[in-house]
């Protein structure tokens, strides 16, 4: 009796367990911020797409197919050439991510890698189309230009292939060797043509004051000549006592200084 209810048991625990992985097997899950597109052994992919959650599907016959519907974000690095043909390496960031309704297409014509087949092609091309619209130059003064129009461009051709594009920017801008070279070469010039001003400019305005200082010296010269005119060299003589006054005062005081008579012999004993 008692191997006949273990025999039931058994029996009912196996048909329970091949009906839990049927269930299991019919449900799949589609994340938060995903979508899924359904493909059919007998029918192909199906137009609907399914929204997040928890679903059912005909085991075998049916397989989802989830894709992520959030903003990504891919780095392309490019290298073409400006309007005066400098080499320009440059690297578009851009934010993506696939119109919803467009995901049963989007599988069907280019596949689940849509990113890695369609945005480096559409990216280098556009790029190239924009960049040599410009000289090297205006790609360095109008950025700001240069990325509006990628930007706009770029959206539109992506758009044809079912994306959204969230945001396009250029991260990264060089150019050849020799540009760099020449752009250096340009700048130490400017610096040494700046600087030679400077020394043309110091040396007029040194000019311009010898000059007004040779004036003033010519005009003291010509007021104190003028001054002295109605006396005469009786002031120049005055002015002569005066002085040697004072170096005999100065010399008197000095311990150092012996006067000695005029037209006298004077013997000085001096220790032999």
């Avoid at 059919?40 to 005909?58: A, N, S």
């Avoid at 990628?150 to 150019?175: K, M, N, Q």
Wanted: with cysteine; glycine share 6%.
């Amino acid at each position: 009796m008692a191997a006949k209810v273990f025999e039931s048991i058994g029996k009912f625990g196996l048909g329970l367990a091949v009906a839990g992985g049927v269930v299991n097997s019919a449900l799949y899950n589609v994340d938060a911020g995903h979508r899924a597109v359904i493909f059919d052994r007998f029918r192909g992919v199906q137009d609907t797409v399914v929204g997040e959650g928890t679903h059912f599907l005909i085991p075998w016959v049916q397989k989802p197919i989830i894709f992520d519907c959030r903003s990504r974000p891919r780095n392309i690095p490019v290298i073409t050439g400006s309007k005066d043909l400098q080499n320009v390496n440059i690297t578009l960031r851009i934010l993506f991510r696939p119109v919803t309704a467009q995901l049963p297409r989007i599988f069907t014509s280019i596949g689940e890698d849509y990113d890695e087949r369609v945005l480096p092609s559409i990216t280098t091309e556009i790029l190239k189309s924009v960049v040599a619209r410009f000289d090297a130059g205006e790609l360095i003064t109008q950025r700001e230009l240069v990325s509006r129009q990628v930007s706009e461009d770029l959206t539109e051709r992506a758009a044809t292939f079912g994306l959204i594009l969230d945001d396009v920017s250029l991260t990264h801008l060089t150019f050849g060797k020799e540009f760099t070279e020449a752009v250096e070469m340009k700048q130490v010039a400017q610096q040494e043509a700046e600087r030679a001003r400077f020394i043309v400019e110091k040396a007029e305005q040194q000019k311009k004051a010898a000059v007004i200082s040779a004036e003033g010296d010519s005009k003291a010269a010509e007021l104190i000549a003028n001054s002295l005119a109605p006396a005469g060299d009786g002031l120049i003589e005055l002015r002569k006592l005066e002085a040697a006054e004072d170096i005999a005062y100065q010399l008197s005081r000095s311990r150092n200084i012996t006067y000695l008579p005029s037209g006298q012999s004077v013997l000085l004993q001096l220790p032999q």
